[in-house]
Protein backbone atom coordinates (compact mmCIF):
# COMPACT_ATOMS: atom_id res chain seq x y z
CA UNK A 1 0.00 0.00 0.00
CA UNK A 2 1.41 3.65 -1.26
CA UNK A 3 1.47 5.99 1.97
CA UNK A 4 2.24 9.90 1.93
CA UNK A 5 5.69 10.86 2.41
CA UNK A 6 6.22 13.64 5.99
CA UNK A 7 8.68 15.95 5.15
CA UNK A 8 8.94 19.60 6.75
CA UNK A 9 9.99 22.89 4.88
CA UNK A 10 11.81 25.22 6.50
CA UNK A 11 10.57 28.89 6.64
CA UNK A 12 12.96 31.61 7.24
CA UNK A 13 12.38 35.46 7.23
CA UNK A 14 15.05 37.88 7.75
CA UNK A 15 14.28 41.56 7.58
CA UNK A 16 11.25 41.40 5.62
CA UNK A 17 12.63 38.71 3.11
CA UNK A 18 12.10 35.00 3.26
CA UNK A 19 14.78 32.46 2.44
CA UNK A 20 13.76 30.46 -1.01
CA UNK A 21 15.49 27.26 -2.53
CA UNK A 22 15.22 27.10 -6.50
CA UNK A 23 14.59 23.17 -6.76
CA UNK A 24 17.02 20.68 -8.54
CA UNK A 25 14.73 17.50 -8.97
CA UNK A 26 11.11 16.91 -8.57
CA UNK A 27 8.54 17.70 -7.83
CA UNK A 28 8.78 21.44 -8.38
CA UNK A 29 12.03 21.00 -9.97
CA UNK A 30 12.89 24.81 -11.51
CA UNK A 31 10.75 26.59 -9.07
CA UNK A 32 11.18 28.81 -6.26
CA UNK A 33 10.42 27.20 -2.43
CA UNK A 34 11.01 26.94 1.22
CA UNK A 35 14.07 24.46 2.13
CA UNK A 36 12.92 21.29 2.96
CA UNK A 37 12.87 17.23 2.22
CA UNK A 38 11.76 14.30 3.86
CA UNK A 39 11.69 13.49 8.16
CA UNK A 40 14.10 10.69 9.15
CA UNK A 41 12.92 7.86 11.09
CA UNK A 42 13.42 9.27 14.73
CA UNK A 43 13.81 12.81 13.92
CA UNK A 44 11.57 15.14 14.90
CA UNK A 45 9.78 17.74 13.17
CA UNK A 46 12.03 20.95 14.01
CA UNK A 47 15.30 18.68 14.31
CA UNK A 48 14.38 17.76 10.59
CA UNK A 49 13.45 21.04 9.40
CA UNK A 50 17.28 22.64 10.84
CA UNK A 51 19.12 19.75 9.14
CA UNK A 52 17.37 20.14 5.74
CA UNK A 53 18.01 23.81 6.16
CA UNK A 54 21.72 23.47 6.58
CA UNK A 55 22.41 21.00 3.95
CA UNK A 56 20.29 23.03 1.45
CA UNK A 57 21.57 26.51 2.12
CA UNK A 58 24.40 26.40 4.98
CA UNK A 59 21.76 28.42 7.38
CA UNK A 60 21.95 28.03 11.26
CA UNK A 61 18.82 28.43 12.87
CA UNK A 62 16.68 27.49 15.67
CA UNK A 63 13.26 26.34 15.04
CA UNK A 64 9.82 27.38 16.32
CA UNK A 65 6.60 25.34 16.87
CA UNK A 66 4.69 23.86 13.35
CA UNK A 67 2.85 26.54 11.50
CA UNK A 68 0.65 24.58 9.21
CA UNK A 69 1.16 21.44 6.93
CA UNK A 70 -0.46 21.12 3.55
CA UNK A 71 -0.76 18.24 1.03
CA UNK A 72 1.37 18.17 -2.21
CA UNK A 73 -0.58 15.07 -4.05
CA UNK A 74 1.02 14.49 -7.78
CA UNK A 75 0.30 11.54 -10.21
CA UNK A 76 3.44 9.86 -9.40
CA UNK A 77 3.57 11.20 -5.53
CA UNK A 78 2.06 12.19 -1.85
CA UNK A 79 3.99 13.92 0.44
CA UNK A 80 2.64 16.29 3.58
CA UNK A 81 4.72 18.96 4.28
CA UNK A 82 4.89 20.36 7.79
CA UNK A 83 5.92 23.99 7.36
CA UNK A 84 8.56 24.73 10.74
CA UNK A 85 9.09 28.35 11.27
CA UNK A 86 12.88 28.90 11.64
CA UNK A 87 15.22 31.69 13.24
CA UNK A 88 17.99 32.31 11.61
CA UNK A 89 21.24 32.83 13.57
CA UNK A 90 23.59 32.85 11.14
CA UNK A 91 25.37 32.11 7.44
CA UNK A 92 24.62 33.48 3.93
CA UNK A 93 22.71 31.18 1.19
CA UNK A 94 24.45 29.33 -0.65
CA UNK A 95 23.23 26.22 -2.79
CA UNK A 96 23.93 22.71 -1.51
CA UNK A 97 22.50 19.45 -1.81
CA UNK A 98 19.14 19.32 -4.24
CA UNK A 99 19.05 22.96 -4.11
CA UNK A 100 20.20 24.75 -7.40
CA UNK A 101 20.59 28.44 -6.22
CA UNK A 102 19.59 29.75 -2.60
CA UNK A 103 18.53 33.51 -1.74
CA UNK A 104 16.76 36.04 0.12
CA UNK A 105 13.38 37.41 -1.62
CA UNK A 106 11.38 40.15 -0.59
CA UNK A 107 7.97 39.41 0.70
CA UNK A 108 6.91 41.85 -1.33
CA UNK A 109 8.57 40.40 -4.57
CA UNK A 110 6.87 37.05 -3.49
CA UNK A 111 3.49 38.63 -4.88
CA UNK A 112 4.06 39.54 -8.11
CA UNK A 113 4.21 37.15 -9.98
CA UNK A 114 7.51 37.16 -11.94
CA UNK A 115 9.07 34.43 -9.59
CA UNK A 116 7.62 30.99 -10.06
CA UNK A 117 7.23 29.73 -7.18
CA UNK A 118 6.11 26.43 -5.19
CA UNK A 119 2.36 26.68 -4.95
CA UNK A 120 1.28 28.76 -1.41
CA UNK A 121 4.84 30.48 -0.96
CA UNK A 122 3.75 33.77 -0.77
CA UNK A 123 1.42 32.65 1.51
CA UNK A 124 2.73 30.90 3.73
CA UNK A 125 5.99 33.48 4.25
CA UNK A 126 3.22 36.28 4.63
CA UNK A 127 1.74 33.90 7.61
CA UNK A 128 5.14 33.15 8.95
CA UNK A 129 6.04 36.68 8.90
CA UNK A 130 2.73 37.70 11.00
CA UNK A 131 3.54 34.99 13.34
CA UNK A 132 7.09 36.10 13.98
CA UNK A 133 6.94 39.69 14.22
CA UNK A 134 3.89 39.17 16.88
CA UNK A 135 6.99 36.63 18.67
CA UNK A 136 9.08 39.47 18.95
CA UNK A 137 6.46 42.44 20.01
Request: hydrophobic share 45%; net charge negative.
Amino acid sequence: MRRPVAAVIAVVIRGGCALLVRRRNPPDQGRWGFPGGKVDFGETLGAAALRELFEETGIEATAGPVITAVDVIGADHHYVLVAVPCHWRGGEPRAGDDAEAAAWFALDALEGGDLPLSAGVARLARRAAALLAGETS
